[in-house]
């Protein structure tokens, strides 16, 4: 998969190994296909162009401004030196509170990742949009457009520093 634009600035290459065991076929990379779309956050793409990165393997549905997010399919999965959207490297989860304690995620039919392997990666995701700088008002709002997303499970306890179940 693709490097990511902001990889040097979070040390988070949003590459997730198990993807590879999985033998989904990236399912994740045919959303357009699925009803759904790749969520672009204002000046990923400006920021991608300007460190050389190319954006060709995204369909630009709706582009991102700063007051909005935009929206993408995926002509084909990126390779080397192509962006890896940030909601691409995060899925598939996808924020469901502005202080990113609980989650949506894509149901089990487009991601065989189990829950457990996803409390991992749901550090790193609460980790990452904070180092971006991501503006929660912007994000939360679109997990109610998401296709095929349910309530994820667990939530983030700020005391023990981890997503524990819900029911705890």
């Known amino acids: 998969m693709g490097r990511i634009a902001y990889e040097k600035e979070t040390g988070w290459d949003g590459i997730i190994e198990k993807c590879d065991d999985m033998k989904c076929n990236y399912a994740c990379c045919q959303f357009g296909k699925l009803g759904n779309f ?100 912007l994000v939360v709002p679109v997990a109610s457009e998401m296709v095929a997303y349910a309530d994820w499970p667990y939530h983030y306890d700020q005391d023990s520093n981890q997503f524990i179940p819900n029911n705890e």
């Open 38 to 137: 790749i969520a672009l956050f204002p000046g990923e793409l400006e920021k991608a162009k300007e460190e050389g990165l190319g954006v060709d393997h995204l369909d630009i549905v709706e582009p991102a401004t700063e007051t909005k997010m935009g929206k993408a399919h995926c002509l084909r999965p990126c390779e080397n030196n192509e962006l890896k959207p940030i909601d691409c490297a995060i899925y598939p989860l996808w924020p469901k509170t502005a202080d990113f304690s609980r989650f949506i995620r894509g149901e089990q039919w487009k991601c065989p990742l189990e829950n457990v392997d996803l409390q991992l990666i749901a550090l790193s995701v609460k980790e990452l949009l904070t180092k971006a700088g991501v503006n929660p008002e």
